[in-house]
Nanobody, 124 residues
Framework: QVQVVESGGGLVQAGGSLRLSCAAS????????MGWFRQAPGKEREFVASIGFTALSTRYADSVKGRFTISRDNAKNTVYLQMNSLKPEETATYYCAARFGKYITPRADEYDRWGQGTQVTVSS
């Protein structure tokens, strides 16, 4: 079963950019849809973006459309989240998740494997 590890978080000023990476293990990576979620302290985990295993389908939360881009490289077993024009309210721990199946979903409870999270802090 695929396992994932996030990296690339850090501190960035409002309006800046950051790219997160999610490295996955296992030969079955290409059969998983992938998603990014974020969770701020005291708040519910929030859907950010997801991508199908062929990379032909993507889905974004309304709040990030036009600013964030999710992509994947199956040859490298890696999914990325390019975040542009970051806002202070997007400070959170960002999680990568994998779901065995063809169709993308924004529901956290439909994902099978989760990374440990990477911290993103956006300063004012």
């Amino acid at each position: 079963q695929v396992q994932v590890v996030e990296s690339g978080g850090g501190l960035v000023q409002a309006g800046g950019s950051l790219r997160l990476s999610c490295a996955a293990s296992g030969r079955t990576f290409s059969t998983y849809t992938m998603g990014w979620f974020r969770q701020a302290p005291g708040k519910e985990r929030e859907f950010v973006a997801s991508i199908g295993f062929t990379a032909l389908s993507t889905r974004y939360a309304d709040s990030v459309k036009g600013r964030f881009t999710i992509s994947r490289d199956n040859a490298k077993n890696t999914v990325y989240l390019q975040m542009n024009s970051l806002k202070p309210e997007e400070t959170a721990t960002y999680y990568c998740a994998a779901r065995f199946g063809k169709y993308i979903t924004p529901r956290a409870d439909e994902y099978d494997r989760w990374g440990q999270g990477t911290q993103v802090t956006v300063s004012s």
